[in-house]
């Protein structure tokens, strides 16, 4: 793969090279590549790394990578097609470094049933007041719930300060109904701990609490990809963890820049039966 100024800083907090994030996709791509491959992708490219702005490209266009394709998107106001970026082959997602993308975001439905989620996203997003251990307790109370409903769940970090708790599901319902799901799930979490959880977005109100992000589970929405880089200072990774990891005396944090160190962790392969799972999502819209 040919990559322009191969030797170029993108994040100095880690002084990581071009040429060492394409290496890390490279490494990363087996098991990155199912969670995005016939999606519709919004890349975030940062031209001159993290520090620096950065923006979000969901259409392609010429200036894209070789293995970047495309899938007709109809507009959800307009039913006008609009071409989105797609990959589906691991020289794809290494030649994102050549893009600086430093962050995969997909959509949770495929390109061949676009309108039929198969998985939903629970998006912890706490205040920076809340202890990693409170936070590791919402997850499990979380998975708990979803239990009751049947429905197993699988756990990663953000790569920020949150975690991501989702559930791979049969497509068999549209966008709304997932959404509306979603929605009622947070909302009864927050009626029983209205001092600890919040659903509605009014940032001023998040102090001291966990915001229960719903909003990833409706159409054109996305979420950070398990093991894509962040595009912040020490580009940490949203990492799959394992459910006993919620023990861990603080938030897992793992960088490209020390995938050496840890990449001996994914002999652990805590998703292994995520696309395994076959459950269906009984519920009826309100």
């Known amino acids: 793969m040919k990559l322009t100024h191969p030797t170029k800083i993108i994040d100095s907090e880690t002084n990581l090279t071009k040429t060492e994030l394409a290496e890390y996709y490279w490494e990363i791509a087996p098991l990155m590549l199912p969670h995005i491959a016939n999606r519709p992708l919004s890349l975030v490219r940062c031209p001159e790394g993290t520090g620096h702005d950065c923006f979000f490209q ?54 061949e049933n676009l309108e039929h989620p198969d998985r939903i996203i629970f998006d912890l997003d706490p205040d920076s007041a809340i202890s990693w251990k409170v936070l590791a307790e919402t997850a499990s109370e979380i998975r708990k719930q979803l239990k009751v409903l049947k429905l197993n769940s699988f756990l990663k970090t953000t790569g920020g300060k949150g975690l991501h708790v989702v559930v791979p599901i049969q497509p068999t319902l549209e966008w709304p109904a997932i959404k509306d799901f979603a929605h009622q799930f947070v909302v009864a979490l927050e009626q029983q701990n209205p001092e600890l959880y919040l659903t509605k977005m009014t940032k ?6 966990i915001y229960l992000d719903y909003l990833r589970n409706e159409r054109g929405a996305t979420a950070v990809a398990p093991f894509s ?58």
């Open 58 to 111: 969901k259409h392609a266009n010429q200036a894209a990578s070789p293995g970047i394709e495309t899938v007709s998107v109809p507009d959800k106001k307009t039913g006008i097609p609009e071409p989105y970026i797609t990959l589906s082959t691991r020289e794809a997602i290494a030649g994102l470094a050549q893009m600086s993308v430093l962050e995969v975001h997909p959509w949770g439905s495929c390109n």
């Open 204 to 209: 001023s109100a998040r102090k001291g609490k």
């Open 229 to 286: 880089p962040r595009a912040r200072p020490g580009m940490n990774v949203s990492l799959p963890l394992d459910w006993s990891e919620l023990n861990a005396e603080e938030y897992p944090l793992c960088r490209v820049a020390d995938f050496s160190k840890w990449k001996e962790r994914l002999n652990s392969a805590p998703w292994s039966v995520f696309f395994k799972t076959r459950q269906k999502l009984s519920f009826t819209t309100r």
